[in-house]
């Protein structure tokens, strides 16, 4: 199996916490089979698809305009559609497989629903999605939540979730239940279900997290580690990511091979039901 902490720390090299993120989730997906024609729903800049998945006849959307941009530059995708994931402008069970990687917590409640209804509608009968996301428990170890709580300062804490969710975009963090309730509600047979990203990985995770935000809205420590290292980067200068490799690879390479079943994220295998929603699209 590749090393995906090492492929991760080296295209995420300005955020050691996405990039153990990203590699814990690459690793448990490189188990299950992805048939194609596949669908990549929210693919961000490209890169986790383009890591994990073949690239034979996997299609792609992103609602941003500049995320869609940069993962066509990959060279990856054989289509990318910016678009609404509630509205998708695809016939219906034209995908044979679906990759919801980290986005259904970034839905609000409200469209959950809209969401689901299209995935489901593009699948073909029996066809499968595979979906990752944040649950309810995550951010409970965050280093800074955690202190604020050992000090009793429960305002301090209260206000430092709401911030970090509203900057994550973290809309919908919701138990297992919930989500077990609402695939099985849009006619999703759950095949698998389980919990992954345990309490020492999350410490880890947050801590990297709040000391790469550091500072002023967007002109963070990550955003200006990130400019520096990219304009190396142009000139051909490479050695900060093998750094970054070297380094944070043996301070998280026990996390990331960390087989737990209970954590604040959580892996579904989804698999069509025969009935389904929607017209056809042409």
């Not at 690793?27 to 089979?33: D, K, N, Y």
């Not at 209804?117 to 009968?125: C, G, K, M, P, Q």
């Not at 970054?244 to 994220?265: E, I, K, M, P």
């Amino acid at each position: 199996m590749k090393d995906y902490l090492k492929e991760y720390l080296y295209s995420f090299h300005w955020d050691p916490s996405k990039a153990l993120m990203r590699a814990i989730e690459a690793r448990m997906l490189a188990q299950v089979e992805f048939i194609e024609p596949t669908l990549d729903i929210a693919c961000g800049d490209g890169i986790f698809s383009s890591i994990i998945l073949k690239g034979n006849s996997v299609f792609s959307l992103d609602i941003n305009l500049s995320n869609a941009v940069r993962a066509q530059k990959k060279g990856f995708y054989s289509g990318i559609v910016v678009c609404d994931a509630a509205n998708l402008p695809f016939k219906n069970g034209s995908c044979k497989s679906l990759l919801v990687n980290s986005f259904l917590e970034h839905v609000a409640g409200s469209d959950l629903d809209k969401v689901l209804r299209e995935a489901h509608r593009v699948l073909i009968s029996g066809g499968k999605a595979f979906v990752t996301l944040n649950n309810s428990s995550f951010g409970k170890f965050d280093p800074m939540q955690l202190f604020f709580e050992k000090m009793k300062l429960r305002g301090l804490s209260y206000f430092w979730e709401k911030r970090r969710n509203a900057r994550l975009a973290l809309f919908s963090l919701k138990r297992d239940d919930f989500w077990l309730g609402l695939f099985e509600r849009m006619n999703f047979r759950v095949a698998e279900s389980k919990q992954y990203f345990p309490p020492n990985s999350e410490k880890k995770f947050f801590f990297w997290l709040n000391i790469q935000g550091l500072g002023i809205w967007r002109l963070n420590l990550g955003s200006v580690i990130r400019s520096f290292s990219e304009a190396l980067s142009f000139f051909g200068i490479n050695l900060q990511r093998s750094f970054v490799c070297y380094l944070f690879g043996r301070s998280l390479r026990a996390d990331y091979l960390n087989d737990g079943r209970a954590g604040c994220c959580s892996f579904f295998i989804l698999e069509k039901n025969s009935t389904g929603y929607g017209n056809d699209k042409n």
